[in-house]
């Protein structure tokens, strides 16, 4: 067994140099979420199970968590953007994986310059970093709140969320890697869209393509996949698994309801937030992207009630300047058809979103009964 080191580090130089270190020492280690308070970092160490502690201090022993297995590399919580985040565990073969996979897609024949700007405590941040300590990519640091500025000063790519995306713009990159939140409609050519999870490793589709040696099914509609990147287990639990239609029970079930389209993936959103209405199906995920066009439109969530008729009945929370109910239900009737025209329309100053940018559905219900 092993020892699992929390880096208790802001994103920059020194937190890439305690990220090496571990890798050359073979030390599993997990990020702690700079943004939180000190009391919230210490509940992170409790369910990442972290024995030990580095920060601007040093490194000490912590009086509680568990060792973990030897080919453990990184430990780390979920987005837990449909509950209570978990801990897995991603193996050192994982992690390489992962690194030399995307490197060698995204490379373009030239050396790649990646420009970090994500925390490190998720996957999408910490897959830059690992980028140039287990591959052969490189780091460009900056001011990871000026994320224009890379490319005058050699950066080539860049992995962002959809808040980003819309704040600055990334047109001098070669490669604007794209993940968290449902994209919007109109992207750049540079830009590339990621579908991937902490527990895949970060991202393993591009664009609707799986990366090379990664595997997708759809079994019952729901998004399996294996591949050289997948966790390894949660810390108390073991990973799951599904059939696929080749007979093997090694398949990871996402929870996400996809289908295949000529090989090319397209996700629905998180089966537990299908809303079932008068026999119809609606994805809310596939309902927010139609209703944040409208114009006026600056955010948007879907979630459902109950209904004694319909069984549920489509809600919309939006963020706008003016009252767009019958715009909204007008785009929903066009696009997906009239069974997904919001019943409800309530206007709210935010949605509630985890630092990727996607959103706590959760959460949804409660600014309902705070309306």
């Not at 920059?12 to 919230?40: H, I, K, M, T, Y």
């Not at 994320?147 to 070669?174: E, K, M, N």
């Not at 939140?181 to 579908?195: F, H, I, S, Y």
């Not at 929870?255 to 397209?266: F, Q, S, W």
Request: charged fraction near 25%; charge should be negative.
């Amino acid at each position: 067994m092993a020892t699992l080191l929390a880096l208790d580090l802001p994103l920059g130089p020194d937190l890439e140099s305690a990220v090496r270190r571990c890798v050359e020492e073979g030390q599993a280690f997990c990020v702690l979420d700079q943004r939180l308070s000190a009391s919230r970092r210490r509940g992170e160490l409790e369910v990442l199970g972290a024995t030990h502690v580095l920060d601007a201090a040093g490194r000490r022993a912590l009086n509680e968590g568990a060792d973990v297995s030897p080919d453990v590399g990184v430990v780390m919580l979920t987005s837990g953007s449909s509950g209570t985040p978990k801990a897995a565990q991603l193996s050192w073969a994982a992690l390489r994986a992962s690194a030399e996979l995307t490197t060698r897609v995204l490379g373009h024949g030239r050396d790649s310059v990646w420009y970090p700007c994500l925390p490190a405590n998720h996957i999408g941040g910490l897959a830059v970093i690992l980028r140039a300590v287990l591959a052969d990519a490189r780091l460009l640091w900056g001011d990871p709140h000026d994320l224009a500025i890379g490319p005058g000063r050699g950066a080539t790519h860049i992995a962002v969320v959809r808040a980003q995306l819309r704040r600055f713009d990334l047109s001098a990159y070669d490669v604007v890697l794209l993940g968290g939140a449902r994209p919007p409609g109109d992207l750049a050519a540079n830009v590339v869209v990621t579908w991937g999870m902490t527990e895949t490793g970060s991202g393993v589709v591009y664009d609707g393509w799986p990366l090379p040696g990664v595997e997708m099914a759809i079994v019952d509609g729901e998004l399996c996949v294996r591949s050289p990147t997948l966790f390894t287990s949660y810390r108390h639990s073991p990973r799951p698994s599904r059939t696929g239609p080749d007979g093997r029970d090694d398949w990871f079930p996402t929870g996400d309801a996809a289908d295949l389209v000529e090989g090319r993936l397209r996700v629905h959103g998180r089966l537990g937030f299908v809303i079932n209405t008068g026999g119809e199906k609606v994805w809310p995920d596939d309902l927010e992207t139609v209703l944040s066009a409208v114009t006026g439109v600056r955010d948007v969530a879907v979630t459902s009630v109950d209904d004694d008729e319909w069984g549920q009945r489509v809600v919309a929370l939006v963020v706008s300047d003016g009252i767009l109910d019958a715009a909204l239900r007008a785009a929903a009737t066009e696009r997906i058809g009239p069974w997904a025209q919001p019943r409800e329309v309530h206007y709210v100053t935010s949605i509630p979103r985890t630092p990727g940018g996607k959103i706590r559905r959760g959460e949804l219900r409660t600014l309902l009964a705070d309306d």
